[in-house]
C-alpha cells in the first residue's frame, strides 16, 4: 500500500499542503481566490502544526475509525486500502473523532459530516504531495512493521 | 472448522470479518434472532425521528453474507448450546455443529417493574420491533424515562416528529452515567432549547390509564402522556450464556480472557453481552458501545481463527455529535468519585476548563488518562482516547491536552518515551521520517 510520508527536514511549515487541500480537494469553486470565500468555508484535511509537520490520515492497517463508525459510513477501498468517508451516509455522530489517534478527522457541524484525508483516491496523485514547494512531501510504499503478520 | 456466531450486529459481523480474513474456506454458520439484518441499533433513534430509512440504517451492505459465504439464519433464534456434544439448537429443533462458537447475544433493555408498564403504548426502544412500534404509535404527547444516551436521543426524535416530550430521570442530571453535573447542565440546556421538558430526580412510580397508556405518575408530578419510551438502562442478555455453563462475572456480563474466551473452552463472548477489563476503571466492566463490541468482536474472530490476538481492554466512550446540533463525548471515568476502584494509594487530580458555551474535563489518576469530558468543543479527542487506553503518564501536557490548540504533535514527547507502548506501525512511520 503506498502512504504519505513527510520529511520534517524539509518542511518549513508553509501551509501550501493545506491550501491546496482546502481548495482543489474541499471546495466547491476549486481556485483559491473563490474557496476563501465560500460558505461554510471549505476544510483542509491535512494538519500543518508544531515542529512544523504536515500531517494526513495514516489509513491505518488496524483504523480505529472503522471500528467505532456505527452505520458502514467509514469504509476501506478494497483496491487501494485507503480508508474513506462515505459522506453520503454520515450522521455526524463523530465516533471516529473520537477514537483517531491522530486527531486528524474534523467534526463538521457546517458540512454536517465527518471529514478526513482520503489520499486523493480520486486523482491520480495526492494534491498535498503536488503542491509542497520544498517536496517534503513524498508517496512510498508502506514498510511492514510488524514482527509478525497474521 | 465450523464457527457458530449467535448474534448479528456489531460483535457479530466484526467476529465473521476477521475469521474471513484468515479462513476463506470454513464454515460459518450466522444466527440473529432480529428478523431485519445488518442494522445499526446506534441508528433506531433516527429511524424514529423519521430522519432515516430502513436501508439507510444498515452498516453493512445487504449482500454481506453472500460476499462473505455466510450461511445466515435471520429470525432464528438459538435456545439452547450443548458444550459437550458442541452443538446449538434453534427455535425451530435444528441443532448445529460447532467447533467454535461466538456468543454475541447483545443485551436486553430493562423493563421496569412499575404498575402499568405493561398498558398498550408502553415501550422500550432496543430492537427494530421496539423502533417500528415506537414509529406507528399515533401519540402527540410521549414521555420518556430515563435520561440515560437512548432516553436523551428517542426524546429528540420524538420532538422531531412533532411531539410534546417530557424526559424524566430518577436521578439529579440528565446522562448520569456518560456526563458529570457540569457538563450535563450544558446538556440538559441545549434539549430544554430544543423543546423537550426535563425533570430531574424523579422516579416513575405508575403508568395509568385504561388499557392505554394516560399518564405517568411520579412522587412529585403526574405528567399526561399517550406513548411512553423506556430507556432505564440494558443488561446483557446472558440466558444462553449461563445455560451453556459459562461464567458470568461480578458485572453481569459474560466474563472473557484477553483472547476474548469464556471459561468454556472453544466458546467466545464479544459485544454488550460480555464483561471485559476496563482500563479507566481497572476492572471488570460492561462497557456496551459500538467501538468496544466491534474490537471485541474482532479479536474474538481472530482467536477463534487460531491467531493469537489481545484485548488490550475497554473503556466507555459516548459522542453526541450532531443530533442535538451541539458535540459533546465523554470517555473513561466522570466522577473522581467513581474511583472507587481506585487503590487507597492513588493520586486523582481533576483538571477543568468552563467557558460560557465550552466544557473540558480531564481526570487523571497517578498522571494518566482515566477519564476525560468535552462538551461543544471535541476536535482532537481521539489524541486522549489513544492516551487513556495506552495508560502512559502525561501530567506534563495536561496543558496542551486542555488547549484548543491540542495537536498531535505535541505528544511526541509521549511517544518517543514509550515505544514499546506505542506499537502500531503508523505510530513507527512517523518518528522514522526523524522527527
Same mark, same amino acid.
Given at each position: 500500500?503506498? !502512504?504519505?510520508? !513527510?520529511?520534517?527536514?524539509? /518542511?518549513?511549515?508553509?501551509?501550501?499542503?493545506?491550501?491546496?487541500?482546502?481548495?482543489?480537494?474541499?471546495?466547491?469553486?476549486?481556485?483559491?481566490?473563490?474557496?476563501? @470565500?465560500?460558505?461554510?468555508?471549505? !476544510?483542509?484535511?491535512?494538519?500543518?502544526?508544531?515542529?512544523?509537520?504536515?500531517?494526513? $490520515?495514516?489509513? $491505518?492497517?488496524?483504523?480505529?475509525?472503522?471500528?467505532?463508525?456505527? @452505520?458502514?459510513?467509514?469504509?476501506?477501498?478494497?483496491?487501494?486500502?485507503?480508508?474513506?468517508?462515505?459522506?453520503?451516509? /454520515?450522521?455526524?455522530?463523530?465516533?471516529? !473523532?473520537?477514537? /483517531?489517534?491522530?486527531?486528524?478527522?474534523?467534526?463538521?457541524?457546517?458540512?454536517?459530516?465527518?471529514?478526513? /484525508?482520503?489520499?486523493?483516491? @480520486?486523482?491520480?496523485?495526492?494534491? $498535498?504531495?503536488?503542491?509542497?514547494?520544498?517536496?517534503?512531501?513524498?508517496?512510498?510504499?508502506?514498510?511492514?512493521?510488524?514482527?509478525?503478520?497474521? | 472448522?465450523?464457527?457458530?456466531?449467535?448474534?448479528?450486529?456489531?460483535?457479530?459481523?466484526?467476529?465473521?470479518?476477521?475469521?474471513?480474513?484468515?479462513?476463506?474456506?470454513?464454515?460459518?454458520?450466522? %444466527?440473529?434472532?432480529?428478523?431485519?439484518?445488518?442494522?445499526?441499533?446506534?441508528?433506531?433513534?433516527?429511524?424514529?425521528?423519521?430522519?432515516?430509512?430502513?436501508?439507510?440504517?444498515?452498516?453493512?451492505?445487504?449482500?454481506?453474507?453472500?460476499?462473505?459465504?455466510?450461511?445466515?439464519?435471520?429470525?432464528?433464534?438459538?435456545?439452547?448450546?450443548?458444550?459437550? #456434544?458442541?452443538?446449538?439448537?434453534?427455535?425451530?429443533?435444528?441443532?448445529?455443529?460447532?467447533?467454535?462458537?461466538?456468543?454475541?447475544?447483545?443485551?436486553?433493555?430493562? *423493563?421496569?417493574?412499575?404498575?402499568?408498564?405493561?398498558?398498550?403504548?408502553?415501550?422500550?426502544?432496543?430492537?427494530?420491533?421496539?423502533?417500528?412500534?415506537?414509529?406507528?404509535?399515533?401519540?402527540?404527547?410521549?414521555?420518556?424515562?430515563?435520561?440515560?444516551?437512548?432516553?436523551?436521543?428517542?426524546? +429528540?426524535?420524538?420532538?422531531?416528529?412533532?411531539?410534546?416530550?417530557?424526559?424524566?430521570?430518577?436521578?439529579?442530571?440528565?446522562?448520569?452515567?456518560?456526563?458529570?453535573?457540569e457538563a450535563?447542565?450544558i446538556?440538559?440546556?441545549?434539549?430544554?432549547?430544543?423543546?423537550?421538558?426535563?425533570?430531574?430526580?424523579?422516579?416513575?412510580?405508575? %403508568?395509568?390509564?385504561?388499557?392505554?397508556?394516560?399518564?405517568?405518575?411520579?412522587?412529585?408530578?403526574?405528567?399526561?402522556?399517550?406513548?411512553?419510551?423506556?430507556?432505564?438502562?440494558?443488561?446483557?442478555?446472558?440466558?444462553?450464556?449461563?445455560?451453556?455453563?459459562?461464567? +458470568?462475572?461480578?458485572?453481569?456480563?459474560?466474563?472473557?480472557?484477553?483472547?476474548?474466551?469464556?471459561?468454556?473452552?472453544?466458546?467466545?463472548?464479544?459485544?454488550?453481552?460480555?464483561?471485559?477489563?476496563?482500563?479507566?476503571?481497572?476492572?471488570? %466492566? *460492561?462497557?456496551?458501545?459500538?467501538?468496544?463490541?466491534?474490537?471485541?468482536?474482532?479479536?474474538?474472530?481472530?482467536?477463534? #481463527?487460531?491467531?493469537?490476538?489481545? %484485548?488490550?481492554?475497554?473503556?466507555?466512550?459516548?459522542?453526541?455529535?450532531?443530533?442535538?446540533?451541539?458535540?459533546a463525548m465523554s470517555?473513561?471515568?466522570?466522577?473522581?468519585?467513581?474511583?472507587?476502584? #481506585?487503590?487507597?494509594?492513588?493520586?486523582?487530580?481533576e483538571i477543568k476548563d468552563r467557558t460560557?458555551?465550552t466544557y473540558k474535563k480531564i481526570i487523571?489518576?497517578?498522571?494518566?488518562?482515566?477519564?476525560a469530558i468535552f462538551v461543544g468543543q471535541t476536535q482532537k479527542a481521539?489524541?486522549l482516547?489513544?492516551?487513556?487506553?495506552?495508560?502512559?503518564?502525561?501530567?506534563?501536557?495536561v496543558?496542551?491536552l486542555m488547549s484548543k490548540?491540542l495537536?498531535?504533535?505535541?505528544?511526541?514527547?509521549?511517544?518517543?518515551?514509550?515505544?514499546?507502548?506505542?506499537?502500531?506501525?503508523?505510530?513507527?512511520?512517523?518518528?522514522?521520517?526523524?522527527?
Open positions: 500500500m503506498q !502512504v504519505i510520508k !513527510v520529511d520534517p527536514d524539509k /518542511c518549513t511549515g508553509c501551509h501550501q499542503c493545506e491550501l491546496w487541500c482546502a481548495s482543489e480537494i474541499a471546495s466547491e469553486a476549486k481556485a483559491l481566490p473563490l474557496s476563501i @470565500n465560500e460558505e461554510p468555508q471549505p !476544510v483542509p484535511r491535512v494538519f500543518v502544526e508544531g515542529k512544523p509537520f504536515a500531517l494526513q $490520515c495514516r489509513h $491505518c492497517e488496524e483504523a480505529p475509525c472503522l471500528y467505532a463508525c456505527p @452505520n458502514g459510513t467509514m469504509r476501506r477501498d478494497p483496491q487501494t486500502g485507503l480508508v474513506y468517508v462515505h459522506e453520503p451516509t /454520515c450522521i455526524a455522530c463523530w465516533m471516529c !473523532v473520537m477514537v /483517531c489517534p491522530f486527531g486528524i478527522i474534523t467534526p463538521s457541524p457546517q458540512f454536517k459530516v465527518a471529514i478526513k /484525508c482520503d489520499r486523493c483516491r @480520486n486523482m491520480g496523485y495526492p494534491i $498535498c504531495a503536488e503542491a509542497c514547494p520544498t517536496h517534503a512531501i513524498t508517496v512510498e510504499e508502506r514498510k511492514d512493521y510488524r514482527k509478525k503478520k497474521f | 472448522m465450523k464457527y457458530v456466531i449467535v448474534g448479528g450486529s456489531a460483535a457479530a459481523v466484526s467476529a465473521v470479518e476477521a475469521i474471513r480474513s484468515v479462513d476463506k474456506k470454513a464454515g460459518i454458520d450466522l %444466527f440473529s434472532d432480529e428478523k431485519t439484518p445488518l442494522f445499526s441499533r446506534v441508528l433506531l433513534p433516527y429511524y424514529v425521528a423519521q430522519q432515516l430509512s430502513k436501508p439507510l440504517l444498515n452498516f453493512r451492505s445487504a449482500d454481506f453474507f453472500d460476499e462473505f459465504d455466510i450461511s445466515a439464519h435471520i429470525g432464528v433464534r438459538i435456545v439452547s448450546i450443548d458444550p459437550g #456434544a458442541k452443538t446449538v439448537t434453534a427455535g425451530t429443533g435444528e441443532t448445529f455443529p460447532y467447533d467454535r462458537l461466538l456468543l454475541a447475544t447483545g443485551g436486553n433493555a430493562i *423493563v421496569p417493574k412499575i404498575p402499568g408498564v405493561d398498558k398498550a403504548g408502553v415501550s422500550t426502544l432496543k430492537t427494530m420491533a421496539d423502533a417500528e412500534r415506537i414509529l406507528n404509535l399515533s401519540g402527540k404527547r410521549a414521555a420518556v424515562i430515563g435520561a440515560g444516551s437512548i432516553g436523551v436521543e428517542s426524546a +429528540i426524535s420524538l420532538l422531531k416528529r412533532g411531539m410534546k416530550v417530557t424526559l424524566i430521570e430518577q436521578l439529579g442530571q440528565v446522562l448520569p452515567t456518560v456526563f458529570d453535573e450535563a447542565s446538556i440538559q440546556k441545549v434539549i430544554e432549547g430544543m423543546g423537550v421538558e426535563v425533570i430531574t430526580g424523579e422516579r416513575a412510580t405508575e %403508568f395509568m390509564g385504561n388499557g392505554q397508556v394516560r399518564a405517568v405518575a411520579t412522587r412529585g408530578v403526574t405528567i399526561d402522556c399517550d406513548m411512553v419510551v423506556l430507556a432505564v438502562g440494558v443488561r446483557p442478555a446472558v440466558e444462553l450464556g449461563r445455560q451453556a455453563g459459562v461464567e +458470568i462475572g461480578m458485572m453481569g456480563g459474560i466474563k472473557t480472557d484477553p483472547h476474548m474466551q469464556t471459561t468454556a473452552p472453544g466458546i467466545y463472548a464479544a459485544g454488550d453481552v460480555c464483561e471485559t477489563f476496563d482500563i479507566a476503571r481497572n476492572t471488570p %466492566f *460492561v462497557n456496551a458501545i459500538w467501538p468496544m463490541a466491534f474490537e471485541e468482536g474482532r479479536i474474538a474472530g481472530l482467536n477463534m #481463527a487460531g491467531h493469537r490476538a489481545v %484485548f488490550p481492554g475497554s473503556v466507555r466512550m459516548n459522542s453526541i455529535g450532531n443530533f442535538i446540533g451541539f458535540p470517555m473513561g471515568v466522570t466522577h473522581p468519585g467513581e474511583c472507587s476502584y #481506585a487503590e487507597a494509594d492513588c493520586v486523582i487530580e460560557r458555551n487523571l489518576k497517578n498522571g494518566c488518562i482515566i477519564g481521539g489524541i482516547t489513544t492516551l487513556m487506553r495506552k495508560q502512559v503518564e502525561v501530567t506534563e501536557f496543558p496542551a490548540n495537536s498531535f504533535m505535541d505528544i511526541l514527547p509521549i511517544l518517543r518515551r514509550h515505544g514499546d507502548i506505542f506499537t502500531e506501525p503508523e505510530y513507527k512511520e512517523i518518528m522514522d521520517t526523524g522527527l
